[in-house]
């Protein structure tokens, strides 16, 4: 399936402004993994430390020179580097994602995603429709050879 769903009060939820932005971040990233891979909300742990990365390359300036931005939570002067473990924190702390073996489990998840059941039915639906379409079109082909 390829779109995901957010209801359009998503970023003002109680949970999610906790979490502030890089919550919000990687909460989409997860959502639209698991979609992707039909895993029902179900983020594997290497897949969730490989969503995102916490630091980017700002525009090349006029001698093709860019700095690396490192994301970084600080107060003041002092701060400390964001990682992916102290976002994730932030989602489980927040009730948005839960510990389960193997990785996290976004909470809600089929409240708001189509399983991974449903996915193959629709798939299913859509290529048995299409064969009977192109059954129906070699069929009205062959009677108007005739």
């Known amino acids: 399936m390829p ?3 957010f209801d359009d009060q998503f970023p003002e939820h109680p949970k999610v402004v906790s979490v502030g932005p890089l919550g919000i971040a990687l909460q989409v990233a997860a959502v639209c993994y698991c979609n992707r891979h039909l895993t029902d909300g179900f983020l594997p742990w290497s897949a969730a430390q490989s ?3 916490w630091e980017f390359c700002e525009t ?3 001698n093709g020179q860019a700095k690396r931005i490192k994301v970084c939570v600080s107060c003041g002067m002092s701060g400390d580097d964001v990682d992916t473990d ?3 924190g932030l989602l489980i702390s927040a009730g948005i994602w839960e510990e389960v ?3 996290y489990r976004v909470h809600d998840y089929l409240d708001y995603q189509l399983s991974k059941a449903q ?3 629709i798939r299913a639906q859509k290529i048995a429709a299409g064969q009977a379409g192109g059954q129906a079109s ?6 108007a050879k005739v």
């Open 3 to 5: 779109w995901v769903r």
């Open 51 to 53: 969503l995102l990365a």
């Open 60 to 62: 090349p300036n006029e």
């Open 86 to 88: 102290y976002v994730i």
């Open 101 to 103: 073996s193997g990785g």
């Open 119 to 121: 996915v193959e039915a």
């Open 138 to 143: 070699a069929q009205a082909r062959a009677q």
